[in-house]
């Protein structure tokens, strides 16, 4: 299991999220989303690495991403982002049966569920908790069918610790993935390890230690 640790930054509790997505750029390690799980099958693996950091009241991830197909078809939050350059943030308290998907497209189109499995006991995020999670992408907010060649985009993300009840733990399990059913080369990376016969990321078991500090 990787374990990550999770820095406390008090210059994030006044910043906008452009201003993080900048802020990255100086501060923090990257890690890495290099799993190739199922090379057999999907043995395509594009370039993605994250940094992860928190304020007071939110936990704020930047992806940079490189790829040579890059679509984004859904618009609407609850949509079927992981048809697209897709990457995604699943997580859980330690000891509680439900865990919380955090799925995002390149341009920012989110679909967030609390669960504990990949059918079981789905409850999605309403309107207001959606609209809660801050997005700043490098794209433009607008749709575009797949497009092929060597791409390059960058999304930070600003998620809220109370919608997943994190607000005084000291350990999360999670994982970082990058994924994309519908494009021309399919793909299932992770930043954690996940040992099963078909892509799944909602696997718990398989998720690494973010330690907060």
Same mark, same amino acid.
């Given at each position: 299991?990787?374990?990550?640790? @999770?820095?406390?930054?008090?210059?994030?509790?006044?910043?906008?999220?452009?201003? %993080?997505?900048?802020?990255?750029?100086?501060?923090?390690? #990257?890690?890495y989303v290099?799993?190739?799980?199922?090379?057999?099958?999907?043995?395509?693996?594009?370039?993605? *690495?994250?940094?992860?950091a928190r304020?007071?009241?939110?936990?704020? @991830?930047?992806?940079?991403?490189?790829?040579?197909?890059? !679509?984004?078809?859904?618009?609407?939050?609850?949509?079927? %982002? #992981?048809?697209?350059?897709?990457?995604?943030?699943?997580?859980? @308290?330690? $000891?509680? *049966?439900?865990?919380?998907?955090?799925?995002?497209?390149? @341009?920012?189109?989110?679909?967030?569920? *609390? !669960?504990? $499995? !990949?059918?079981?006991?789905? %409850?999605?995020?309403?309107?207001?908790?959606?609209?809660?999670?801050?997005?700043?992408?490098?794209?433009?907010?607008?749709?575009? *069918?797949?497009?092929?060649?060597?791409? /390059? #985009?960058?999304?930070t993300v600003?998620?809220?610790?109370?919608?997943?009840?994190?607000?005084?733990? +000291?350990?999360?399990?999670?994982?970082?993935?990058?994924? $994309? +059913?519908?494009?021309?080369?399919?793909?299932?990376?992770? #930043?954690?390890?996940?040992?099963?016969?078909?892509? +799944?990321?909602?696997?718990? /078991?398989?998720? $690494?230690?973010?330690?907060?500090?």
């Open positions: 299991m990787k374990t990550l640790n @999770i820095e406390f930054l008090e210059e994030l509790n006044h910043m906008l999220i452009g201003d %993080v997505f900048h802020f990255f750029n100086k501060r923090l390690t #990257w890690n290099d799993m190739l799980n199922w090379p057999v099958s999907y043995p395509y693996k594009p370039f993605c *690495k994250f940094k992860i304020s007071a009241t939110k936990l704020y @991830i930047r992806f940079d991403v490189k790829e040579k197909n890059l !679509r984004a078809v859904n618009t609407t939050d609850q949509d079927p %982002v #992981w048809q697209d350059s897709c990457v995604e943030f699943f997580c859980k @308290i330690p $000891g509680q *049966k439900h865990y919380f998907n955090f799925e995002f497209n390149c @341009i920012g189109t989110c679909l967030a569920t *609390k !669960r504990e $499995g !990949r059918e079981l006991h789905i %409850v999605p995020f309403d309107s207001e908790q959606l609209m809660s999670i801050e997005r700043h992408s490098s794209l433009p907010r607008s749709a575009f *069918k797949e497009q092929s060649g060597n791409f /390059e #985009w960058q999304l600003g998620i809220p610790l109370q919608l997943i009840g994190a607000e005084n733990t +000291d350990i999360l399990l999670a994982n970082f993935y990058k994924c $994309g +059913d519908e494009t021309s080369d399919p793909h299932y990376i992770s #930043w954690n390890n996940i040992l099963s016969e078909n892509p +799944d990321f909602h696997l718990p /078991e398989f998720f $690494g230690k973010l330690k907060f500090v």
